[in-house]
DNA sequence: ATATAACAAGCAAGCGCTTGCATAATCGTT
DNA sequence: AACGATTATGCAAGCGCTTGCTTGTTATAT
């Protein structure tokens, strides 16, 4: 009664968008029933709990962003071009999987204590990749930064608010995106690129 | 029965601490009447709905924040001077008012189409403030900003984001934050300080 | 004497989820 | 190809509880 299967799936994606759209709290699993046609007791042929899903969607999230800078990190750039295509990579997770990423990084907060641990883990292990690529970047001697942490901060704030304001219907893509804001985070707004 | 009295402040104060650790959806009308003491019938004494809470709340974080930035716009510093001054004010404003900006930044979704529209409005007339800063910067030719419009959006992520992991205890003020983060924006990554 | 703010009780609706049953698709065995 | 047996997927009904909020009444403070 689980995993794989064409209604299953459908399930979890409109789970996904009503979870983003409406937040895990705001929307009730009769609209999740409802929106795929059915009632809302037939869902439990396919899902075990509510919570599930959402558990489900948080970690196919986390699993997005690990893998994109996971592979940008393994790489052979330079830490500058590291920067830029971490954050192309982090955009565009956002912009491929717009729910998912709401979901994974606004409404995980509603997940029961011991699974909220593990989606944070996972945060901590996507940071810890941006932290090399900085550390590797001030020995490299391509930056010069006073207090690593916060330009770690600083890069992660930017790349995350962009659920809030990505319209998938814009005219630029991810990497223009990521090009604009790498330009005033590696030169700054006294010496823009 | 309504506005000023010390039970009415009192049940806002509980209503802001939980909206922001629960969100709105997440917590109930009879969690707010149990902090309080009281039946949650009682709370209609003092208020006429919970979403008249949740609009008061974000309708103060959004006065906070505007008129922060309205201190600074309409002072005499540079524009160098005012970008640090900006995000200081605006980092301090969620220092002191953190349950409040967690609400105004996060669970305003939860409102109703009108009052949200309100809020929004709020949110683009400070946008405006951090616009001109820039632009006036541009033309003093203090700032060499390639797309102002990412310039912007960048500062405000940024700062927007703060709420996600602030600690009140920890031992930076919004000022050093704000000075970190400055330094970055200001010079970037490749010629910081 | 009047106004205020609390309680006790509860309403109608909604909640996540379970149960018992019907229909149909899929299967191994002839 | 034909068979009964198994499994998958949905509906109908509803359970026990919770939801935001209302009502009528009482205690207290001015």
Redesign the pocket.
């Known amino acids: 009664?689980e995993k794989k299967?064409a209604?299953r799936e459908q399930i979890l994606q409109e789970a996904r968008r009503l979870f983003s759209q409406k937040g895990y709290h705001g929307t009730?699993?009769?609209d999740i029933a409802n929106a795929r046609?059915?009632?809302?007791?037939?869902l439990?042929?396919?899902i075990s709990?509510?919570?599930d899903l959402l558990f489900e969607i948080a970690s196919d999230g986390a699993e997005a962003f690990v893998t994109a800078i996971q592979s940008v990190a393994n790489s052979s750039m330079t830490p500058t071009e590291k920067v830029r295509a971490g954050l192309a990579a982090h955009i565009r997770v956002i912009s491929n999987h717009l729910d998912v990423s709401r979901v994974f990084l606004h409404e995980w907060h509603a997940l029961s204590d011991e699974r909220r641990d593990i989606i944070q883990q996972k945060r901590d292990e996507y940071e810890m990749y941006w932290k090399d690529i900085l550390e590797s970047g001030v020995q490299a001697g391509e930056f010069v930064i006073s207090d690593p942490k916060f330009a770690r901060l600083l890069i992660l704030s930017v790349a995350n608010w962009v659920y809030n304001w990505y319209q998938p219907d814009g005219e630029l893509t991810p990497e223009d995106i990521a090009d604009r804001f790498a330009n005033v985070i590696l030169f700054g707004l006294r010496h823009s690129e």
Chains 1, 2 share one sequence.
């Open positions: 009664m299967s209604q009730k699993i009769r046609g059915i009632l809302s007791g037939s439990y042929s396919h709990s509510k919570e």
